[in-house]
């Protein structure tokens, strides 16, 4: 029983030993290898995301937590380390949008499995896949936090611990990345902050030949003790002595963000894991990739017998149960010639899909012409209206002005009336 509470996730070494993932048949090597493995996978999507990096360092913690009360055989690391992120990236107020968590994890997984770089598409049922998954992958992490996800980095105490002991400027940066680097390991649940900032202090002050007050010795006034500082210089030395992490999968759930589950990722059992013989997609070592192409054939023949099951037009090109059992090289051949036609099929339907887009697209333009022509005759009768009214306005004022009646001045009466008597006034004289 693992006691949770804040800041108090603490294990001893016997817990790590039991740990879930030691008894489901996960040997040391290849737990380590994974924890590495999805802790690379956090850092490197962080800076993809442009995070600080205090996200990367909560998501790494929260992810060896994950595993300390969880198994690798029943959940993916790579699901785990998108969901660690995504809760990370909201924890320290960073928050990012799923869409951008899967589409980075998707990118790397392409690139590190050298596959050609494909658009993950947000409208297909692949994406809804994914992001259902990494939902569902939260609400289990935050369920076995107990809800508690409070994290305190030892990066905290690493300048105030070098301010005290007046150390020059040098170890401050070293230091520090050994300190993101310890984040790799388990030393986050087996030591408190202020004993791993001691151990990386240390580590660095040895690496640049420093020396530190050992009379009285330094480390008691930032309560650590000798022995977690050996521990933490040790966890880190064994740390930069492995190769780098490659990808194991264990897992029986596929967790690939690239392809499907059932071709790239396939299960693998207990008994091979205790044989010591883990089974390795990025190793070349023959074994591996004899048993993965077994695995590959395996698959290709379970579809194949799917897909004579529901297609009746296929049961003259699809080995019968009868024939798989004759030799092997015609195996071969009947399931490469069964995987090409389902690649065939799976080319048609996707050129069904993309011409029925096209005739939406095609639709959606036609309908976009006809309102717009609607618009314009619109606008044309609209405009007739008002050069009509501008006419009617025009004649209406011209006529206005030809019959008013013609009003005479004052002047021009007396005028008349003054000629008039003259007039008058010539004829009687």
């Given at each position: 029983?693992?006691?949770?509470?804040l800041?108090?996730?603490?294990?001893?070494?016997?817990?790590?030993?039991?740990?879930?993932?030691?008894?489901?048949?996960?040997?040391?090597?290849?737990?380590?290898?994974?924890?590495?493995?999805?802790?690379?996978?956090?850092?490197?999507?962080?800076?993809?995301?442009?995070?600080?990096?205090?996200?990367?360092?909560?998501?790494?913690?929260?992810?060896?937590?994950?595993?300390?009360?969880?198994?690798?055989?029943?959940?993916?690391?790579?699901?785990?380390?998108?969901?660690?992120?995504?809760?990370?990236?909201?924890?320290?107020?960073?928050?990012?949008?799923?869409?951008?968590?899967?589409?980075?994890?998707?990118?790397?997984?392409?690139?590190?499995?050298?596959?050609?770089?494909?658009?993950?598409?947000?409208?297909?049922?692949?994406?809804?896949?994914?992001?259902?998954?990494?939902?569902?992958?939260?609400?289990?992490?935050?369920?076995?936090?107990?809800?508690?996800?409070?994290?305190?980095?030892p990066?905290?105490?690493?300048?105030?611990?070098?301010?005290?002991?007046?150390?020059?400027?040098?170890?401050?940066?070293?230091?520090?990345?050994?300190?993101?680097?310890s984040?790799?390991t388990?030393?986050?649940?087996?030591f408190?902050?202020?004993?791993?900032?001691?151990?990386?202090?240390?580590?660095?002050?040895?690496?640049?030949?420093?020396?530190?007050?050992?009379?009285?010795?330094?480390?008691?006034?930032?309560?650590?003790?000798?022995?977690?500082?050996?521990?933490?210089?040790?966890?880190?030395?064994?740390?930069?002595?492995?190769?780098?992490?490659?990808?194991?999968?264990?897992c029986?759930?596929?967790?690939?963000?690239?392809?499907?589950?059932?071709?790239?990722?396939?299960?693998?059992?207990?008994?091979?894991?205790?044989?010591g013989?883990?089974?390795?997609?990025?190793?070349?070592?023959?074994?591996?990739?004899?048993?993965?192409?077994?695995?590959?054939?395996?698959?290709?023949?379970?579809?194949?017998?799917d897909?004579?099951?529901?297609?009746?037009?296929?049961?003259?090109?699809?080995?019968?149960?009868?024939?798989?059992?004759?030799?092997?090289?015609?195996?071969?051949?009947?399931?490469?010639?069964?995987?090409?036609?389902?690649?065939?099929?799976?080319?048609?339907?996707?050129?069904?899909?993309?011409?029925?887009?096209?005739?939406?697209?095609?639709?959606?333009?036609?309908?976009?012409?006809?309102?717009?022509?609607?618009?314009?005759r619109?606008?044309?009768?609209?405009?007739?209206?008002?050069?009509?009214?501008?006419?009617?306005?025009?004649?209406?004022?011209?006529?206005?002005?030809s019959?008013?009646?013609?009003?005479?001045?004052?002047?021009?009466?007396?005028?008349?009336?003054?000629?008039?008597?003259?007039?008058?006034?010539?004829?009687?004289?």
């Amino acid at each position: 029983m693992i006691y949770t509470a804040l800041d108090t996730f603490y294990l001893t070494e016997e817990q790590l030993i039991n740990s879930p993932s030691r008894k489901d048949g996960i040997d040391d090597v290849t737990e380590t290898t994974l924890r590495i493995y999805g802790c690379d996978l956090i850092q490197e999507s962080g800076i993809l995301l442009r995070l600080p990096q205090a996200v990367m360092a909560t998501g790494q913690v929260l992810f060896h937590r994950f595993y300390c009360k969880k198994s690798f055989a029943r959940f993916n690391v790579k699901r785990v380390a998108a969901s660690c992120v995504w809760l990370a990236s909201k924890l320290e107020e960073s928050p990012r949008k799923a869409r951008q968590v899967l589409n980075v994890f998707h990118r790397m997984e392409c690139r590190r499995e050298n596959l050609p770089l494909e658009h993950l598409d947000t409208s297909s049922k692949k994406y809804v896949d994914l992001k259902a998954d990494l939902i569902r992958t939260e609400r289990h992490l935050l369920k076995e936090m107990g809800f508690i996800c409070h994290v305190e980095h030892p990066h905290k105490f690493i300048s105030n611990y070098l301010a005290t002991l007046e150390a020059p400027a040098k170890l401050r940066q070293e230091a520090w990345n050994l300190a993101n680097d310890s984040l790799r390991t388990t030393l986050c649940v087996r030591f408190k902050s202020e004993v791993v900032a001691c151990g990386v202090v240390y580590a660095a002050a040895r690496r640049f030949q420093v020396p530190l007050p050992e009379n009285p010795p330094w480390w008691k006034a930032f309560d650590a003790d000798k022995a977690g500082i050996d521990e933490v210089c040790r966890v880190l030395a064994h740390l930069y002595s492995l190769p780098k992490a490659q990808y194991i999968p264990v897992c029986k759930e596929g967790g690939s963000f690239a392809t499907s589950n059932r071709s790239r990722e396939l299960p693998v059992s207990k008994e091979g894991l205790l044989d010591g013989q883990p089974v390795n997609e990025d190793n070349g070592t023959p074994g591996n990739q004899e048993a993965a192409k077994e695995g590959v054939m395996k698959a290709s023949l379970d579809k194949l017998k799917d897909s004579k099951k529901s297609d009746d037009d296929s049961k003259s090109s699809m080995p019968s149960e009868g024939e798989s059992k004759e030799e092997p090289g015609k195996t071969d051949h009947r399931t490469d010639a069964g995987g090409e036609k389902n690649k065939e099929r799976e080319r048609e339907r996707g050129r069904d899909r993309e011409r029925e887009r096209d005739k939406e697209r095609l639709k959606s333009r036609e309908r976009d012409r006809g309102k717009e022509s609607d618009r314009e005759r619109e606008r044309e009768d609209f405009e007739r209206d008002r050069d009509k009214s501008k006419e009617r306005s025009h004649r209406s004022r011209d006529k206005g002005h030809s019959e008013k009646p013609k009003h005479h001045s004052s002047r021009d009466r007396d005028y008349q009336s003054y000629s008039s008597r003259e007039k008058d006034r010539r004829r009687h004289h």
